[in-house]
């Protein structure tokens, strides 16, 4: 009896550990007022996707964001995302999962965005 109630025990905490971990992932970027938008809007006019195949897109949604690094008025945070667009050529659609880095810039309005890893044009 007293074995199934550990074990039992055991696996809530468990899970209760991987619920909180996930939450703390999803919510990153609610440290930084402003940020997944800037992003968003960042990566349309920026992005380049497939190797550069592929002309600027739409970020779909954020799927994970984790922060790498803060420091005062800025940030790293690493972002997991779907994104799609239309290749260069403008004959094929590309789409897919993407991960990147942004470096986030506080200024008067919130946080906005100062850089980004990936293809670029």
């Given at each position: 009896m007293?074995?199934?109630l550990i074990a039992v025990l055991g696996i809530a905490l468990c899970a209760g550990l991987g619920?909180?971990?996930?939450?703390?992932d999803t919510s990153?970027?609610?440290?930084?007022?402003?940020?997944?938008?800037?992003?968003?809007s960042y990566y349309a006019h920026n992005a380049r996707e497939g190797g550069g195949k592929c002309n600027a897109g739409q970020?779909?949604?954020?799927?994970?964001?984790?922060?790498?690094?803060?420091?005062?008025?800025?940030?790293?945070?690493?972002?997991?995302y779907n994104y799609s667009a239309r290749s260069?050529?403008?004959?094929?659609?590309?789409?897919?999962?993407g991960s990147r880095e942004f470096t986030l810039a506080k200024n008067s309005t919130g946080w906005g965005?100062?850089?980004?890893?990936?293809?670029?044009?």
């Open positions: 007293h074995r199934n619920a909180t971990a996930a939450s703390a990153a970027l609610e440290k930084f007022p402003g940020a997944k938008q800037a992003i968003m970020m779909a949604d954020i799927g994970d964001a984790r922060v790498v690094s803060a420091s005062g008025d800025t940030a790293v945070v690493a972002v997991d260069n050529a403008g004959t094929n659609a590309c789409s897919g999962m965005v100062a850089e980004m890893s990936g293809n670029q044009p």
